[in-house]
Each structure stands twice: as structure tokens, then as C-alpha cells.
Nanobody, 130 residues
Framework: QVWLVESGGGSVQSGGSLRLSCAAS????????LGWFRQAPGKEREGVAA????????YYADSVKGRFTISQDNAKNTLYLQMNSLKPEDTALYYC???????????????????????WGQGTQVTVSS
């Protein structure tokens, strides 16, 4: 069983920053994809940022490009999401995900929450006020 635990959420004003962390119980490189997702009330879960481990490439939702950065610390088995210039529309419950066992057709699919992530964190709330 793979355990993922998110932390770092909180409440900030528009324009502020937060750094989310996701601690994994296993080597994150065993997964084809590593990702951050979010879900706001009344909306579908969407991909925010992801890493395709096969090439080490990163992918971002258009809405967060230039503001968010996904990264990982191999030694600590930890995934991060640095969020800058936060906007009220970024308010959501954020989840990290891993354990994709089938290679995606293209790295961009790592941003799709339905491609086969088998492990999900419990979520951490991010609230951005105007």
C-alpha cells in the first residue's frame, strides 16, 4: 500500500504564496506520473501540475502556467508544489497523486486525473481571499 500525505495548505490573500508538500511511503520514481490535482466545490477534479518521470518533463494547466512549479526531492520521497501569485480562483482542495502503473501515450496525460493514479493523498485546503 502506498501512502501519500499532503501538507502546507492554508489561507492567504490574493497575490500570496504557498508551498505544498506530499510525502510518499515509497520511491516516487516507481510511478510513470506524479501529479497535483485540485477540486473546488461544484467543479470536477482537474490536473494542476504533473511530472512524467520517463523524461522528467513537467506539465501545467494553462490557468497556472508561470505561477506554479512542481518539483520533487528524491532523497526525501517528497513531491512539492510551489504556488505563487495566488488568485481567488485557485481556492480548492489540493491532492497529490502517484502510482501510475501503465505508461501514458504522452507525458501530457499525467495531468489527467483519470489515467490511472492508484494512490491519492487526503487533500489539503488552499483558500485565497481577494
Amino acid at each position: 500500500q502506498v501512502w501519500l500525505v499532503e501538507s502546507g495548505g492554508g489561507s492567504v490573500q490574493s497575490g500570496g504564496s504557498l508551498r505544498l508538500s506530499c510525502a510518499a511511503s515509497v520511491d516516487t520514481y516507481s510511478s510513470y506520473c506524479l501529479g497535483w490535482f485540485r477540486q473546488a466545490p461544484g467543479k470536477e477534479r482537474e490536473g494542476v501540475a504533473a511530472i512524467y518521470t520517463g523524461r522528467g518533463s513537467t506539465y501545467y494547466a494553462d490557468s497556472v502556467k508561470g505561477r506554479f512549479t512542481i518539483s520533487q526531492d528524491n532523497a526525501k520521497n517528497t513531491l512539492y508544489l510551489q504556488m505563487n501569485s495566488l488568485k481567488p480562483e485557485d481556492t480548492a482542495l489540493y491532492y497529490c497523486a502517484a502510482d501510475v502503473r501503465v505508461e501514458p501515450a504522452t507525458g501530457g496525460y499525467c495531468l489527467n486525473p483519470d489515467i490511472g493514479y492508484n494512490s491519492w493523498g487526503q487533500g489539503t485546503q488552499v483558500t485565497v481571499s481577494s
